[in-house]
């Protein structure tokens, strides 16, 4: 599989339309191969834009690229939870995957608590990409390459970026660099928690209804942030109807990239703009806020659910 | 042909307990009814997809659609009536969309019935029209046009007519909504006289039925009376519609008003009567129906053509639909004002519609005044460019403003349109450093649009021009903290060297893309690698290979970033 074939493959994938599953297979065979060489916290420069939950919600990451800009030409981080709820999981992972294969120090995919094989089965990734292939093979290709997403990553060595959130096991970075991430989504322990925490009003750490992960604090993620010289933690995995939020005196930001959540939730999209200035020194963020597509930009291509698999 | 043995394999699929294995299997009956031959397709193959009907919905349908492959698979044009039976049990089962498909494959397949065999067909036509179930009646109806124009018999014709009359006064709506679907159709094939005569009567009784659903599809068939009847019968049709345009439903209203244009176009009614129908759905209750009726007053008012009329009929209503409690109304006349306009000619333009133009384009809602300033070419045209100038201007620059990016995406569109109208003098004052503002928007979408509209503007004007203008705004750009307008300004650079000499580009913008292509950020250094290659074509070649090449040969090799490599490479292949 060339540069040729990549292109291809996301030419047809940004137009909505499938791949078929050999091509997929390729596609997730390279992937793994790319990510498994990523650290648990890949390491980004400064200038790159920072983005939350997507949710196979096909129109409203295209509405991202044209206010955010196009890959490669912009960098992006994504925080995770790429399938399930949306209707067009397959195409948003496979597109995103694409582009990462095709440029992947543009792009940075970390792993959601939605990226693994328990959760899909759940909330419609499984469901869809059996109904739209015919066979649970992509479902398969595409959970393996889960296994690989990278736990998070650190902008200039200042911005720390995951899904969830923190995690009582760790409190160095480099604690998170020692673990073996490449395995199914785990019920506990410190991979569990990084991609389901979320912050809240409580001190220290507390119990969360979630049923993974953690409630932390503020005191925690001041004591986080000191710990690793960081200035902000940026995370996901909430929906904000504002599209981004902070917390805690600014040291922990919120960002929520899916417009009209659900198709239903009424809620504005946001991406953060990262650039430095000063000869790298100072490290600037902008918020773009903005609405799912109009109806006008949602036009799926027409296609035939059913694939003529059992041809003679 | 295909061997055998996959044959063998889908007549055993044909009965299949797999529901997916009998789809595939009946989107193949051509293939099958080939290897059978014509005589086992007759005499076994047709009477079991007879038995078959009473399957899942896909497979009947593509069953329908299939049935009519066998066309030419039956043994001749005298044994293409035993296709009829399959097709006509198809035509009765409970599911709609599977009795469409089978009308419409019955509708193909009597087309090529020979003569001797239509009896037949008619009376399936009539068994359907008389049958117990709205079913068979709905499908039935679907037909009558059909059978009605292939058979010569007049007691066939008049049966037809009769059994269809009788569903008009049927006691399910679904019967007599479907008499009025089919109307037209029916209408078209008949003589003039059966029109007048039973359908007229038909069709002034559908728009009294107690239905709103029955009288809103009933509407559509005006026109095709009004095609077929003489002008003296006319009169009676129209009476129907225009009794409509005072129904008790918003839906038929809406109706009405969205089928005034198609009737204006062919009717000998004088425009007056249109004129007074116009006026009252413009003034109707229902905000929907004065959204339908204000748009439609666009085309309207150009075959209507006499400002006398418009003066005395719409102008009136114009004003207060400008004030109406409804944005899309608003809206819906903001973009109609501008046809108006063209009729009414200078004079009224200025007198009367000035003052709701400018009402408009200082609305609250961002999408009326778009809608004014999409269509204000047209007002221009007539009256010329200053009547509508400094209105224009403000609403303009409040727009270029607008939250919604959307928005300011469709100004920049509108600019280069204006800019053909305006003095640059005046646009260099007002609108110039707005086209700049864009340049450096927020949204991505919107920098694209503006350096498109920087392109088109360069066009009109003049390279000196653009060049006081813009390049100043480049250089700043290239000089922006963030990367992305960097990047901003080398996508306009690539886009506007066709419109500058080699002289602009070496001294102008050549440094400022090889500035960028040192940049700290790879993602400028790329994009500046890919512009260098975009200006080769345009610079002298010994220049290129002096200057161009070696920037380039260096980040093709020499930088650390594997995508600048990639594209340097890439750039390389275009000098």
Redesign the interface.
């Known amino acids: 599989m060339g540069t040729g074939d990549l292109d291809k493959y996301i030419a047809k994938l940004e137009r909505c339309e499938l791949i078929d599953d050999g091509e997929v297979k390729n596609l997730c065979i390279k992937a793994r191969e790319i990510l498994s060489k990523e650290a648990n916290i890949v390491m980004v420069?400064g200038?790159v834009t920072v983005c939350g939950d997507i949710h196979g919600q096909f129109f409203d990451l295209k509405e991202l690229?044209?206010?955010?800009?196009?890959c490669?030409?912009?960098?992006y981080v994504f925080l995770g939870d790429y399938v399930d709820r949306g209707s067009y999981s397959v195409e948003t992972f496979l597109w995103l995957l694409a582009l990462k294969v095709r440029?992947p120090?543009?792009m940075t995919l970390i792993r959601g608590n939605h990226e693994s094989r328990q959760t899909t089965q759940v909330y419609g990734f499984y469901d869809e990409s059996v109904r739209k292939y015919g066979t649970v093979k992509v479902w398969r290709y595409c959970t393996q390459v889960f296994d690989y997403l990278t736990l998070s990553a650190l902008v200039s060595n200042s911005v720390f970026c995951v899904h969830g959130g923190l995690s009582p096991s760790i409190s160095a970075l480099d604690e998170i660099r020692e673990i073996n991430r490449v395995i199914d989504a785990p019920h506990d322990g410190a991979m569990s928690d990084l991609l389901w925490s979320d912050p809240d009003d409580v001190d220290g750490y507390a119990a969360s209804t979630r049923g993974a992960g953690y409630l932390f604090g503020e005191r925690i993620v001041k004591k986080f942030c000191d710990t690793n010289d960081l200035s902000l933690i940026a995370r996901a995995h909430q929906l904000v109807m504002e599209g981004y939020k902070f917390m805690f005196d600014k040291k922990l930001v919120t960002v929520w990239s899916c417009g009209n959540y659900c198709y239903r939730c009424g809620n504005s999209a946001a991406i953060m703009?990262l650039?430095?200035?000063g000869s790298?020194s100072v490290l600037?963020k902008?918020f773009?806020v903005?609405?799912a597509a109009?109806a006008s930009d949602r036009n799926p291509p027409s296609r035939k659910v059913?694939p003529?698999y059992?041809?003679? | 042909m295909e061997s055998l043995h996959p044959i063998a394999v889908l007549i055993d699929e044909l009965k299949s307990e797999d529901p997916a294995l009998r789809l595939n299997s009946v989107k193949r009956l051509g293939n099958i009814a080939l290897a059978l031959g014509d005589k086992r397709t007759r005499d076994e193959l047709i009477p079991f997809l007879s038995d078959s009907v009473d399957d899942d919905d896909d497979i009947l349908i593509t069953m329908a659609e299939e049935l009519v492959t066998l066309l030419d698979l039956v043994g001749g044009p005298e044994h293409i009536h035993v296709l009829l039976q399959p097709l006509e049990l198809l035509a009765c089962v409970d599911a709609k969309a599977v009795r469409d498909a089978a009308v419409e494959s019955l509708k193909k397949i009597s087309a090529k019935l020979p003569q001797q065999h239509i009896t037949h067909f008619i009376n399936l036509v009539l068994d359907l029209l008389a049958g117990e179930w709205f079913n068979y009646k709905t499908s039935g109806a679907g037909l009558v046009a059909q059978a009605y124009s292939r058979t010569q018999n007049s007691d066939h014709k008049e049966r037809l007519i009769k059994a269809y009359e009788l569903l008009g006064s049927d006691e399910l709506p679904m019967v007599r909504r479907s008499c009025a679907e089919t109307l037209s159709d029916v209408v078209s094939v008949v003589e003039e006289g059966v029109a007048r005569e039973k359908l007229l009567p038909l069709f002034e009784k559908l728009q009294r039925d107690e239905q709103d659903s029955v009288r809103s599809v009933n509407i559509a068939n005006a026109h095709s009376f009004l095609k077929k009847l003489q002008t003296s019968d006319s009169d009676r049709v129209f009476v129907v519609f225009e009794n409509s345009a005072r129904d008790e439903a918003w839906r038929v209203r809406r109706l009405v008003a969205e089928s005034l244009f198609s009737l204006l176009q062919i009717s000998s009614q004088s425009k007056t009567t249109f004129c007074k129908v116009l006026k009252a759905l413009l003034l109707d209750k229902e905000p929907e129906v004065r959204c339908c009726a204000s748009v439609e007053l666009s085309r309207c008012c150009v075959l209507i053509d006499s400002r006398d009329l418009l003066v005395t009929y719409i102008l009136p209503q114009l004003e207060e639909l400008v004030k109406d409690d409804a944005d899309y109304v608003r809206a819906a006349i903001a973009g109609s004002l501008s046809s108006v306009s063209t009729v009414v000619g200078k004079d009224i333009t200025v007198s009367r519609l000035r003052p709701l133009l400018a009402r408009l384009l200082s609305d609250d809602k961002s999408d009326v005044r778009l809608a004014v300033i999409d269509n204000i070419v047209k007002v221009i045209d007539v009256a010329g460019v200053d009547i509508v100038e400094d209105m224009l201007f403000k609403a303009v620059f409040d727009l270029a403003k607008d939250p919604a990016w959307r928005v300011r995406r469709s100004v920049i569109s509108i600019v280069p349109v204006l800019a053909k109208k305006l003095d640059p003098s005046k646009f260099e004052d007002s609108l110039a450093p707005l086209c700049n503002t864009w340049l450096g928007d927020a949204v991505f979408a919107i920098r694209q649009a503006a350096i498109e509209n920087m392109k088109a503007l360069t066009q009109i004007y003049s390279m000196a021009w653009a060049q006081t203008v813009f390049i100043p705004k480049l250089k700043a750009l290239s000089e922006d903290t963030n990367y992305l307008f960097r990047i901003t300004a080398l996508f306009a650079i690539s886009s506007l060297i066709s419109e500058f000499t080699g002289d602009v580009i070496g001294t102008e913008l050549l440094p400022i893309v090889i500035r960028l292509a040192r940049d700290s950020v790879a993602n400028v250094r790329f994009t500046a690698a890919t512009t260098l290659g975009d200006l080769a074509k345009y610079l002298d070649k010994r220049f290129v290979l002096q200057k161009i090449k070696p920037i380039l040969m260096n980040l093709s090799s020499e930088d650390p970033d594997v995508d600048v490599q990639n594209f340097a490479a890439l750039a390389l292949t275009k000098l």
């Open positions: 420069d200038a690229f044209r206010v955010g800009g196009h490669p030409h912009t960098n440029y120090s543009r703009e650039f430095c200035t790298g600037n902008y773009k903005f609405q109009p059913t003529d059992y041809l003679v």
